[in-house]
Structure formats: structure tokens, C-alpha cells
T-cell receptor, first 113, second 117 residues
Framework: DQQVKQNSPSLSVQEGRISILNCDYTNSMFDYFLWYKKYPAEGPTFLISISSIKDKNEDGRFTVFLNKSAKHLSLHIVPSQPGDSAVYFCAARGRTSYDKVIFGPGTSLSVIP | DAGVIQSPRHEVTEMGQEVTLRCKPISGHNSLFWYRQTMMRGLELLIYFNNNVPIDDSGMPEDRFSAKMPNASFSTLKIQPSEPRDSAVYFC???????????????FGPGTRLTVL
């Protein structure tokens, strides 16, 4: 049973426009959420995170929104750049830092120049 | 810092052979994680260590897989005997102690691409 879902395997966006990547989760015990970016032949790199006590966290062009009641989060990239083309993983873990991090299947973003 | 170091980067072996993957975490990180990435199952956690002690190995697929962390700077993931279905990219990741991570998540190595023929 997939606890973290990313229902869009791929997404194409024009350079300069907004990219919105979505993530849904099923486990109400998840307390902390992370986004990772992965380029081909490299390991995932941490991008941004959000605690369940917040509904928004912003870091430069990247903003993560959390809707706990809907068990939904989204990553907004504004403006999108060609260098943002990568696979984006949504991840979640429980209340303590020792809880396992569960990753979603990833969404491949292509930003078209 | 060199980041998380994994070796080898690529491994091609024949079914039945023993495979050993190696990982050097970032100095000062006290948690280490082994992941496997496949098209079918995505990125799945196999095992993780905290202060060199295995905390959760429930993701290890079967007895053919074993992992060790003899000291804070080295870990191995061994598959014996290997099978074609073990073909995947294996990632090692490390992280700071919970209070010091400042929400930065885990740092991943470049991965080892394993092909079992």
C-alpha cells in the first residue's frame, strides 16, 4: 500500500511559468514532509521541508503548501527554469526524527526553454 | 566535505555471485540509510542505522541481504547470492543528529547501479 502518492509521473512547463507538483499521503501520523530533487545518475538532494504545524514554507523560488485536512501537499516553483528539469520526490515521516522516511514514486519535471 | 561516497558506481555480476556495496557517510552524521530504487517500487528504504546500530531493517527483502556498520565512517550492503531481480540502483544516505539537522533531510550518495545477469 503506497502511503505517499504522486499521481503525475511527468509534467512539462514552459520556462518562466509556474510548476506545481502534487503529493498525497494516507498516513495521518505523518508529521514532517520533504521534497527532494534528483538529476540522472545522481542521488536525490534535499530541496525543502515543512512541519505539520505549518501550512506554507518558502525558500526562494520554491514554496511548499500543506493541507493537513486533505492530506495533500504541493511544491510550487516560480519562475521555472530549465535547470529545474529533474525528478521530484515527495517524502514523509512520523513525529520523531527516527521514524522512517517514506518516499513517493516521483514526478519528472521538464521545463521547456 | 566530499559528501556521501559510494563504491563501486557500477557493478555487473552474474547470478549467484556475492555483491558488496560500500558507503562512507558524511563526517559527523550519525544516521545512515540504505535505499533501493527500481522502476516498479520507486525509492524504498532497506535499512537504517543510528550511531552504528541497526534501528529498522524491515525493508530488507530477504535473508540474502545483509548490512553492517562496523564504525561511524563505513557501511556495507551485501547480497549473497545475487539474483537478476536485485538489479537496481542502491543509494546510501546519511543525516545529522535530529536536533542538529535543521530540517535539512538526508544527504544521498551518487548510488551504485547493480546489474545481475
Amino acid at each position: 500500500d503506497q502511503q505517499v502518492k504522486q499521481n503525475s509521473p511527468s509534467l512539462s512547463v514552459q520556462e518562466g511559468r509556474i510548476s506545481i507538483l502534487n503529493c498525497d499521503y494516507t498516513n495521518s501520523m505523518f508529521d514532517y514532509f520533504l521534497w527532494y530533487k534528483k538529476y540522472p545518475a545522481e542521488g536525490p538532494t534535499f530541496l525543502i521541508s515543512i512541519s505539520s504545524i505549518k501550512d506554507k514554507n518558502e525558500d526562494g523560488r520554491f514554496t511548499v503548501f500543506l493541507n493537513k485536512s486533505a492530506k495533500h501537499l504541493s511544491l510550487h516553483i516560480v519562475p521555472s527554469q530549465p535547470g529545474d528539469s529533474a525528478v521530484y520526490f515527495c517524502a514523509a515521516r512520523g513525529r520523531t526524527s527516527y521514524d522512517k522516511v517514506i518516499f513517493g514514486p516521483g514526478t519528472s519535471l521538464s521545463v521547456i526553454p | 566535505d566530499a559528501g556521501v561516497i559510494q563504491s563501486p558506481r557500477h557493478e555487473v555480476t552474474e547470478m549467484g555471485q556475492e555483491v558488496t556495496l560500500r558507503c562512507k557517510p558524511i563526517s559527523g552524521h550519525n544516521s545512515l540509510f540504505w535505499y533501493r530504487q527500481t522502476m516498479m517500487r520507486g525509492l524504498e528504504l532497506l535499512i537504517y542505522f543510528n550511531n552504528n546500530v541497526p534501528i529498522d531493517d524491515s525493508g530488507m527483502p530477504e535473508d540474502r541481504f545483509s548490512a553492517k556498520m562496523p564504525n561511524a565512517s563505513f557501511s556495507t550492503l551485501k547480497i549473497q547470492p545475487s539474483e537478476p531481480r536485485d538489479s537496481a540502483v542502491y543509494f546510501c544516505a546519511s543525516s545529522l543528529p535530529p536536533g542538529a539537522s535543521h530540517g535539512k533531510g538526508q544527504y544521498f550518495g551518487p548510488g551504485t547501479r547493480l546489474t545481475v545477469l
